[in-house]
């Protein structure tokens, strides 16, 4: 798989439901753990100059996790604008696929309460680093 970030997130006992599977609520719980790592580690995020809201997610179920698995998410950006992002997600472990998944992020002022241009150097670090084209 070709993508720039990639995070491991470990499963909690609460996340399983009675058939042995994670619920599937829980799987967008970790896209939004492993969106927070990529701001935080990755894209240098000050959460105090810069708000991010989910504007559209998408996401695909493949196949259940189950208590013996242990996935990574991997993300890749695949579309820039100029108030907004696109980021692609893999939920796997080697070759099984749980799910993919994709969010346009949008930065949001959050003194103004509205949408608000990409920060340059977020715009240039997605652009430079995690700024691939989804293949077809």
Not at 42 to 71: C, Q, S, T, Y
Request: overall charge negative; charged content about 25%.
């Amino acid at each position: 798989m070709n993508f720039p970030f990639q995070v491991h997130i470990p499963k909690r006992w609460s996340d399983f439901d009675e058939f042995g599977m994670v619920n599937n609520a829980k799987f967008m719980t970790y896209y939004e753990e492993a969106r927070v790592k990529l701001f935080e580690q990755f894209l240098d995020w000050n959460w105090a100059e810069v708000g991010i809201v989910v504007a559209n997610a998408n996401l695909d179920f493949k196949m259940p996790i189950r208590h013996k698995d242990n996935p990574t998410i991997y993300m890749r950006c695949t579309k820039i604008g100029e108030k907004s992002f696109t980021l692609h997600c893999v939920m796997a472990e080697g070759e099984t696929v749980f799910s993919m998944a994709s969010f346009v992020m949008v930065c949001y002022h959050i003194q103004e309460q509205r949408p608000m241009p990409i920060p340059a150097h977020i715009k240039q670090k997605l652009a430079d680093s995690l700024f691939q084209v989804d293949e077809v």
